[in-house]
């Protein structure tokens, strides 16, 4: 036993009686041959396992794990873990008291069995009461860069982020939607590692720094949401993007329909990208393979399988900070959306058939407005002779939501309380009395907000999600909203 796992043990004999701390982690240690040392504020056991030869496992090997109460340790936990998988390396956060901190990082050797852990152990009674969460944890190894020069190229942004940051790998930039020889205004920049991106963003965050004499935004990318194996088998549908905007769905689906006659089943175009359905997967990935890179009305288009987003898994991991199991009605499809330049890969949901199944969802009207010229006529309506797509917040869904029931409007009740650095937190409680004698009298969230809008918007968007309507809200707005909420 070297004098670094001594003192990784010792580091928790705060909290416990120090020689059955001691004597459980050692028990631990001789049993499974791991070592444990603690540095930086965290004690890591294994990292790699006895006998490991060979790179460490890639990404997508390690899970986050939350809400792990803050006197359980590694004797516990490794082995709840192990249950899953070989663990490569556990990494508990530790507290200068000797009290972990409430979350863990467990790698382990493949990706199937971190994916197998998120599935048995995410929502886990660890503890009489107290429930685990557990989600996929990746670095991130990209940065959003935004207010770049229309007119500048691929290379020249490429050239300029090496010149300023070190562990630039490439830049991916999109071409306008209206005019294709100039850029959208952003990039993503790809690092060698998550610390290098980290150490770029801190060089360029201040606000004060320059590109081309413009001063740039700054920020993480959101990471790519990460599908199974499994359910990428099942897709039948196509994502193309850097479409011209005047070209037709009757056009795409001509082009595609082209290597074999009547494959294609519809198609959904949105600005300059759509999604193309296909009656068959074999020939879905066969006219990707032939499509990548071919030209539609003088634009080069790209073309990938696109990527199965479980609409209530992401709802319930922005509300309750944990990943809900799959339902499969609720699959909606999700490649690269342009309207929210800070994420690569995420555009607005529609329609999605899997199995056999159809999960129709009305389209997002565009949000814009119009001149209102003198003599125009007005009609005075109802807001509820509208249609649901009508509406942008979860607040307006939800009364519209209980109007259609035939329920009387919402009651919110408004409550305080004051964070650790003195702000003001604000959250509601939603009460629906046509409901209230049932199941459950009201619904309030488990994230609190420091503006009255976000709390309101949270409480109905957590309403909404509880009473099944969770297909109303989808628009770019509110998944920005979401960002705002307190973890």
């Not at 590694?74 to 556990?90: H, N, Q, S, T």
């Not at 082209?258 to 066969?286: I, Q, S, W």
Request: charged share 25%; proline share 7%.
């Amino acid at each position: 036993m070297n004098e670094e796992n001594i003192d990784g043990i010792n580091g928790c004999s705060k909290v416990r009686t120090g020689t059955q701390n001691e004597a459980a982690l050692l028990a631990l240690m001789e049993k499974t041959g791991y070592n444990m040392v603690q540095e930086n504020g965290q004690r890591k056991f294994g990292g790699p396992p006895p006998g490991w030869e060979g790179p460490p496992p890639p990404r997508g090997c390690e899970v986050f794990v939350g809400k792990i109460p803050r006197d359980m340790y590694e004797d516990e936990l490794v082995p709840v873990f192990e249950r899953a998988g070989k663990i490569y390396e556990f990494r508990l956060m530790m507290e200068f008291s000797g009290e972990n901190r409430g979350y863990a990082f467990v790698m382990y050797t493949t990706k199937e069995e971190a994916q197998l852990a998120i599935r048995i152990l995410n929502n886990y009674e660890i503890r009489p009461g107290k429930f685990i969460g557990v989600c996929v944890s990746l670095d991130n190894c990209r940065l959003f860069i935004g207010a770049i020069p229309k007119e500048k190229k691929k290379e020249e942004i490429l050239d300029e982020m090496k010149k300023v940051t070190e562990g630039v790998v490439d830049v991916i930039v999109y071409p306008s939607a209206t005019d294709k020889t100039k850029n959208r205004g952003f990039a993503f920049v790809e690092y060698e590692s998550h610390r290098a991106a980290a150490m770029a963003r801190r060089k360029l965050i201040p606000g004060t720094f320059q590109l081309w004499g413009h001063t740039i935004q700054v920020d993480w990318a959101d990471p790519e949401k990460e599908v199974d194996e499994e359910t990428m088998q099942r897709v039948k549908v196509l994502y193309v993007r850097n479409l011209m905007i005047s070209t037709t769905e009757e056009t795409i689906k001509a082009e595609f329909n082209k290597f074999k006659p009547g494959a294609v089943e519809r198609v959904k175009k949105l600005r300059d990208y759509a999604f193309v359905h296909f009656f068959n997967r074999e020939d879905a990935v066969a006219a990707m393979s032939v499509m990548n890179g071919k030209c539609i009305d003088g634009a080069s288009i790209e073309v990938t399988l696109a990527k199965p987003v479980n609409k209530e898994s992401t709802w319930r991991q922005h509300l309750n900070g944990q990943i809900s199991p799959n339902s499969e009605n609720l699959i909606v499809f999700a490649n690269k959306e342009e309207s929210h330049p800070k994420t690569l890969g995420k555009p607005p949901t529609l329609p999605a058939r899997l199995n056999g199944q159809h999960s129709p969802s009305p389209p997002e009207i565009e949000r814009c407005t119009y001149p209102f010229f003198p003599g125009t006529k007005l009609t005075p309506i109802s807001m509820y002779s509208l249609k649901s797509n009508h509406f942008n917040s979860a607040v307006m869904h939800l009364d519209y939501y209980c109007n259609k029931n035939n329920w009387a409007p919402p009651e919110y009740y408004l409550y305080s309380t004051t964070s650790q650095d003195g702000k003001v937190l604000l959250v509601y409680k939603i009460v629906i009395p046509a409901i209230a004698n049932g199941s459950q009298s009201y619904f309030m969230p488990d994230k609190l907000c420091t503006t009255l809008e976000d709390a309101k918007e949270l409480a109905a968007q957590f309403t909404l999600l509880h009473l099944g309507k969770d297909e109303t809200i989808t628009s770019t707005k509110l998944r920005k909203k979401r960002k705002r909420f307190l973890p």
